[in-house]
């Protein structure tokens, strides 16, 4: 779609815009606005590690250091997206801190379906897509001491008011709120709804529950043909599962099952001659 200004007149983000009305009993009950910052990561942990409490958001309206995983940069041109980080504080052992990405991830899936009506799903294991392309981005960070998940960070890059394609350095493969609607879309209102949204599965999680159903029902990629990408190797098989931390169950044409924690996920598929191939 052919949309070179997107920008909306009046679209503020404030501390105040964000918490007016919020109705929420935890996330964003304190809220620390940037009109620039490094990466609202960052802010974030360093308000963690100050010692401020389980919620509290930091919004920007820019970021110079935006980043995804393993050093990727997170791009977003000014005042254009939803760009805020939560500092999360609840009783997990390090190795179940990827719930707390499955909770964010969900909400924030739930919020864009919500909001906007547009079929959002998650690629595993931090990705939002509408119709197969890449609108939002989660990277939780954990605050471990000893043996103690002191606190998770999570980071979500939401884009909303901008022209995917008129942005250099942002791949073919992403879409924003405003290139799947045709219009525009109220930030505020976008991340009121998300904080909302989250918190629901937030609290569920600190009760105990697990969030593995629902997380599962909205993949993407659930009984797919899938290529993951991890730190060691490529797998290859059909996703069949994802267990109570998130992992990704893949099963391979041998029949054996692989169990994967972290790593990159592509639709794939067999051509006529049984081979595999990317779409
Ligand atoms: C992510 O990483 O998708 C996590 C992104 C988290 C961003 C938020 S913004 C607020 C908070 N503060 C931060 O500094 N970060 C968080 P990953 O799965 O590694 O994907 C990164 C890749 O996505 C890049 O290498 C690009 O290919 C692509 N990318 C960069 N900007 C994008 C955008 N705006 N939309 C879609 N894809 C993008």
Redesign the pocket.
């Known amino acids: 779609m052919a949309m070179t200004n997107v920008e909306m007149t009046n679209d503020k983000i404030s501390a105040a815009i964000i918490q007016e009305d919020l109705r929420t009993r935890i996330l964003g009950r304190r809220v620390v606005y940037y009109e620039r910052i490094g990466?609202?990561?960052?802010a974030a942990r360093q308000l963690a590690d100050a010692g401020k409490p389980d919620g509290t958001l930091v919004i920007a309206d820019e970021?110079s250091?935006?980043?995804?995983?393993?050093g990727?940069?997170?791009?977003?041109p000014a005042r254009s997206?939803l760009?805020?980080?939560l500092v999360l504080r609840l009783d997990l052992r390090p190795a179940q801190a990827s719930r707390v990405t499955m909770a964010v991830t969900l909400g924030a899936c739930d919020a864009i379906r919500a909001e906007t009506g547009l079929p959002a799903q998650i690629k595993w294991p931090?990705?939002l897509l509408v119709r197969g392309k890449?609108?939002a981005?989660?990277?939780a960070e954990s605050g471990i001491v000893g043996e103690k998940l002191e606190y998770v960070i999570v980071?979500?890059?939401v884009?909303v008011n901008f022209a995917?394609a008129s942005v250099a350095?942002?791949?073919p493969d992403?879409t924003s709120i405003a290139d799947e609607l045709g219009r525009s879309f109220p930030r505020a209102q976008l991340a009121q709804a998300i904080l909302r949204a989250i918190e629901v599965y937030y609290l569920r999680l600190c009760a105990g529950q697990n969030l593995r159903d629902e997380y599962k029902h909205r993949l993407a990629t659930l009984d797919q043909f899938v290529q993951a990408q991890t730190a060691q190797q490529i797998v290859e098989g059909i996703a069949v599962d994802v267990d109570e931390n998130g992992a990704l169950v893949l099963q391979r044409a041998n029949g054996s099952i692989v169990q994967l924690l972290a790593g990159?996920v592509t639709l794939s598929h067999r051509d006529s001659e049984g081979t595999l191939g990317n779409s």
């Open positions: 990466s609202t990561n960052d970021q250091a935006g980043r995804g995983r393993l990727r940069a997170w791009i977003a997206s760009l805020m980080s931090n990705d890449k609108c981005g989660i990277l980071g979500i890059g884009n995917v350095d942002i791949p992403a990159d």
